[in-house]
C-alpha cells in the first residue's frame, strides 16, 4: 500500500458568509471569497455547505455550462426551473442539473418552521453547451450503511446512479464506529472525502473530524475508519 499524497483542509479554515437567512460555509472559492490557491480540485469547482432558514431561498437565477449535484441533509428542499421542473428534495436524494446551454431554477426552503441544510456541488462539464437536464435520484439512508454507495456517476446506467456530463462518480457512506472502508484509487485519478458528520482516520494516520476534507492524488488503496458513527462523501475524479 503506497504512502498518501494530499492536502487536508480543515472545517475551521473554510470561508463563510453569512446574510441571515443564509449562512454558507465555502470549501473552494465562491462569491467573495477568492483565492487563486483554492480554486478546484479536478473537476470539483464549488462545495458550498449551505443552511437556509425557514420560508427563505434563492430566487429564479441563471447557470450555464456547469452539472450541479444537490444533496440535502435536513429539512426539504424546493426546486423549480424554466424546464418546468418542480420538486421537493429529501434527505436520502440527491439532485443533479446540467445547466448546459443555459437554465434558471429557483431552490427555497420548502418549511416555513424547520431549517434546511444541504450540501452543493458544481463541476466542471466534460463537454460544454449540452442540452440542459435534471434529475432527482432516490438512494435511501440505510442503503450507505456500511458500504460506499454510488449516487452521481457518469456510468449511470453501469451502476444505476443519477447521471453527470463528467468522468466522476460520487459516492456517500455511514460506517459505524469501528468499520474500515477500503477505496482503490486507479492510476492516474484523484480522490476527494469530505466528512459530512464524525470522526475518521486515514490508513495513514491522518485523523478527519466533521466538515474537513481530504484531497488525495497518486496513491492506491484508500482505507478509511470510522472513530465513531459517521457519515462521509467520497470522489472519484479524473
Known amino acids: 500500500m503506497s504512502a498518501i499524497n494530499m492536502d487536508i483542509h480543515r472545517a475551521e479554515d473554510r470561508y463563510t458568509a453569512d446574510h441571515g437567512w443564509l449562512r454558507s460555509n465555502f470549501s473552494f472559492s465562491f462569491a467573495d471569497y477568492a483565492d487563486a490557491d483554492n480554486w478546484h480540485f479536478s473537476s470539483l469547482r464549488v462545495l458550498n455547505d449551505d443552511y437556509i ?3 427563505t431561498g434563492f430566487d429564479l437565477h441563471p447557470h450555464h455550462n456547469m452539472e450541479i449535484v444537490t444533496i440535502v441533509l435536513e429539512g426539504q428542499l424546493e426546486h423549480q426551473d424554466s424546464s418546468g421542473n418542480k420538486e421537493f428534495i429529501l434527505p436520502g436524494q440527491v439532485q443533479r442539473m446540467s445547466a448546459g446551454t443555459g437554465i434558471y431554477h429557483s431552490e427555497h426552503n420548502a418549511s416555513e418552521e424547520k431549517k434546511l441544510h444541504l450540501l452543493q456541488l458544481w463541476f466542471f462539464p466534460e463537454l460544454k453547451d449540452a442540452v440542459p ?21 457518469n456510468k449511470s446506467g453501469e451502476l444505476n446512479t443519477a447521471h453527470i456530463h463528467q468522468d466522476m462518480t460520487l459516492y456517500l457512506s455511514k460506517p459505524g464506529a469501528g468499520q474500515t472502508i477500503c477505496f482503490r484509487q486507479q492510476a492516474a485519478r484523484s480522490t476527494y472525502i469530505f466528512v459530512i458528520e464524525g470522526h475518521l482516520k486515514l490508513h495513514d494516520g491522518t485523523l478527519l473530524y466533521s466538515r474537513d476534507d481530504a484531497r488525495i492524488i497518486n496513491t492506491n488503496e484508500i482505507r478509511i475508519t470510522a472513530n465513531e458513527d459517521s457519515h462521509f462523501m467520497l470522489i472519484d475524479l479524473p
Do not use: A, N
Open 53 to 55: 432558514s425557514p420560508g
Open 133 to 153: 437536464s435534471y434529475e432527482t435520484f432516490t438512494y435511501g439512508l440505510d442503503h450507505l450503511r456500511g458500504q460506499l454507495l454510488p449516487v452521481v456517476s
